[in-house]
């Protein structure tokens, strides 16, 4: 039987299991900690450091997402240093990277009052969208590199390994093996990448085709198309 862990989160009195990480255990004392990296069926990785939380006689701030609780800590997820770190880290995304269909971010954006114009000159993610295959379409001006894509592909779901990162720092992207088009790769185009995206970087075709106003019909003749086309050497039939 595993031990059970007391500690204190935003003055309230909270006993998990050990090896509970702080956001689950703030998560079961009703308390929200927002999250962007993280996702419950993958694994988490503590990169975007938007989960970020303060401990009591600690230097810098934890990454909630990946850190254990530990018995007697004393955890702030609202201090000023949290709400500014976020804030920052926020204002970062917004001023590099197309938000525009990210209905969560915006909220936090809100929440925390960050100011992307602080930032205003800085450069933008530019890289024009790729539409390669009868499945979706990849626009990564608007990925916030949570990796999440990637994991799925690879060991937390599908075993496939058709995406992973490239290059470093700012110029670091989501890319496939030498940059090849998608039918091109292992890519078996089950479209949990998409379903797990957080940003509408990865996006259905027929979705995308629908928001540029092309008629239903005609979307499926397209899509069709493509997928028996010269664009589908590997991809999937859509018949
Ligand atoms: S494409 Fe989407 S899921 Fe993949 S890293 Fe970018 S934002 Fe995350
Ligand atoms: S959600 Fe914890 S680091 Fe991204």
């Given at each position: 039987m595993s031990e059970t862990v007391q500690l204190t989160i935003d003055d309230r009195q909270v006993s998990v299991p050990s090896g509970t990480t702080i956001l689950d255990a703030a998560q079961e004392a009703g308390i929200d900690i927002p999250v962007l990296c993280?996702?419950?069926?993958t694994t988490a990785?503590?990169?975007?450091?938007?989960?970020v939380i303060e401990i009591e006689g600690e230097r810098g701030l934890q990454a909630a997402c990946v850190s254990p609780v530990r018995q007697g800590i004393v955890v702030h997820t609202r201090s000023s240093n949290v709400d500014r770190a976020r804030r920052t880290i926020l204002e970062m995304l917004a001023s590099t990277v197309?938000?525009?269909?990210?209905p969560e971010l915006h909220t936090m954006l809100k929440t925390y009052q960050?100011?992307?114009?602080?930032?205003?000159g800085g450069e933008k993610r530019q890289v024009p969208m790729m539409?390669?295959?009868?499945?979706y379409i990849r626009d990564?001006?608007?990925?916030?590199?949570?990796?999440r894509c990637v994991q799925v592909c690879a060991?937390?779901?599908?075993?496939?390994?058709a995406i992973n990162f490239a290059g470093r720092?700012?110029?670091t992207s989501i890319t496939t093996f030498l940059d090849k088009?998608?039918?091109?790769?292992?890519?078996?185009?089950?479209?949990q990448c998409v379903g797990v995206c957080?940003?509408?970087?990865?996006?259905?075709k027929r979705e995308y085709l629908f928001e540029q106003g092309v008629a239903p019909e005609e979307i499926f003749a397209v899509t069709r198309a493509q997928g028996k086309g010269k664009?589908?050497?590997r991809g999937p039939r859509l018949d």
């Open positions: 993280y996702f419950a069926h990785n503590g990169l975007c450091r938007l989960c197309d938000l525009s269909e990210s960050a100011k992307p114009e602080r930032f205003e539409d390669d295959n009868p499945v990564y001006e608007k990925c916030v590199l949570c990796w060991e937390d779901a599908q075993y496939n390994y720092g700012f110029n088009p998608m039918p091109q790769t292992t890519c078996v185009f089950c479209g957080p940003t509408g970087a990865l996006k259905s664009h589908s050497q």
